[in-house]
């Protein structure tokens, strides 16, 4: 029983370490961001990473008809 609660807690930590460490990757519409498209930034992404786009227009490829595929992820505007 107790190893079985110890199993617990560290499986725990580790799903909680995991949500931790989520990154945002910033992008700007002249490409000197973190990524330099936002299809770039959301490829990068993991499950629970967000892509923060800057003020200003995103034109060209890379930055529209942008895919998620089934990624988890968050896009907002700065």
Known sequence: M???AVAS???LTVVWA???ASE???VTPDGTGDAP???AAVDSCEDGDSVEL???GFRGDGNRDVDCGDKGIT???A
């Open 54 to 56: 800057a003020d200003g």
């Open 37 to 39: 498209t936002i299809q």
């Open 18 to 20: 995991a949500g931790a």
């Open 24 to 26: 945002t990757w910033l």
């Open 9 to 11: 807690v560290l499986a």
């Open 75 to 77: 896009v907002r505007s």
């Open 2 to 4: 107790r190893f079985r």
